[in-house]
């Protein structure tokens, strides 16, 4: 997987630019404020349809500008493709892939991508949402199938839970419910199964990169069902079929705190990831160093993950994270960097982040402008 090049046109503080990539690691310096997220930021938006840092397209317009454009051209498997990106104030943005239109959801998993910025050092101590997004976002870039259902789930959600609310407010019947028990228990049953096997392939992945992290540290991952019995999925065959069960019989002995909530307090948009290390949680016991090489030892089994399961391995973004990490971990994620030998784009305010050897393609960025360095 490599990005060859992009182009922006009155995207954020970019007037006009076009930049050109080889397969190794591309590093941006400069000030803060002066164009380097705005790169990864695009990047990112080719790869997801979205930003990481807006939920606002608007906002990726340039001032004073009627609209703006991001054009990207990639390899995959050695085919050449492209993306293009049509943004207008007042208008609906427009997604094309070789001339075709395209839906945001039908983007995803065409140019596998993993992105590690400073917001992602919480991913052990922040709150649960966030390591569910971390592992739907890996499914989904590698299976069309798993974000199909999870997109059907949060349809299901939102439908049951606002039966919940007509029950409560005695518009509907509880009975009104039964229909979408079943589907979401069947959808549920799915997503579970398949994020529970994703943990072991991650887990052991994560614990391999935790080996050059951090020498001696033994970081162990496993998936928690919320409310869940002991056993329920100790035995891998029929585990989908036992889950569905087990979500239809919940879904009943919870329904009269559902409707008092007029929300589903069961499912997998309550589950979460537990991250140990040395039989200890690395959220309520780990050091703050220790929870930061676990963050960025989970973002970088993504790499591993993808590569495993796509066949080829995804982009790796890295934004502003050099002057968060200290000197030893910063040594060893760009050894791992080298030795991987993936397409990384780097953003950082001080070359003295990276060794005197050069390890790729430097460039300085300032007020919205790029200069070879």
Do not use: C
Not at 157 to 183: C, E, F, T, Y
């Amino acid at each position: 997987m490599q990005i060859t090049s992009l182009v922006l046109r009155s995207y954020r503080n970019y007037e006009e630019m076009h930049l050109d990539f080889d397969s190794g690691v591309q590093i941006f310096l400069g000030a803060n404020a002066q164009g380097k997220t705005n790169i990864i930021e695009a990047l990112y938006y080719a790869a997801f349809g979205r930003s990481h840092r807006t939920s606002s397209d608007a906002e990726l317009i340039r001032m004073g500008a009627a609209g703006a454009y991001i054009g990207l051209n990639f390899l995959r498997h050695d085919v050449p493709g492209e993306l293009r990106f049509t943004f207008a104030r007042g208008a609906r943005r427009r997604i094309e892939r070789g001339g075709e239109n395209l839906r945001q959801r039908d983007l995803v998993g065409i140019l596998p991508m993993v992105l590690f910025s400073p917001e992602d050092l919480f991913l052990v101590k922040g709150a649960p949402a966030l390591r569910r997004r971390y592992l739907d976002a890996e499914l989904s870039q590698a299976s069309p199938a798993y974000y199909g259902e999870l997109l059907r789930y949060t349809h299901i959600l939102r439908q049951r839970n606002a039966v919940l609310k007509d029950i409560r407010d005695r518009l509907a019947s509880p009975d009104d419910l039964l229909p979408w028990d079943v589907q979401l228990a069947r959808s549920a049953a799915y997503i579970v199964t398949r994020r529970i096997a994703a943990t072991e392939q991650l887990g052991a992945l994560s614990a391999r990169v935790q080996a050059v992290l951090a020498a001696g540290e033994e970081l162990t991952i496993s998936y928690e069902i919320a409310h869940a019995a002991e056993g329920l999925t100790d035995a891998k065959e029929g585990m989908t079929e036992r889950l569905e069960l087990w979500y239809n019989k919940m879904f009943i002995e919870g329904r009269a705190r559902d409707i008092a909530r007029a929300a589903t307090g069961i499912g997998p948009h309550l589950d979460d990831l537990v991250l140990s290390v040395g039989g200890m949680s690395l959220r309520s016991y780990g050091s703050q160093g220790q929870q930061r090489t676990g963050a960025l030892a989970l973002k970088l089994a993504e790499l591993f993950y993808l590569r495993e399961n796509v066949g080829e391995a995804p982009i790796l973004l890295l934004d502003d994270v050099m002057s968060e990490l200290d000197a030893e971990r910063r040594s060893a994620l760009l050894s791992f960097i080298r030795s991987e030998k993936i397409q990384t784009f780097i953003t950082a305010t001080d070359a003295a982040y990276f060794p005197e050897e050069r390890m790729g393609t430097y460039r300085y960025v300032e007020a919205g402008k790029i200069r070879a360095m």
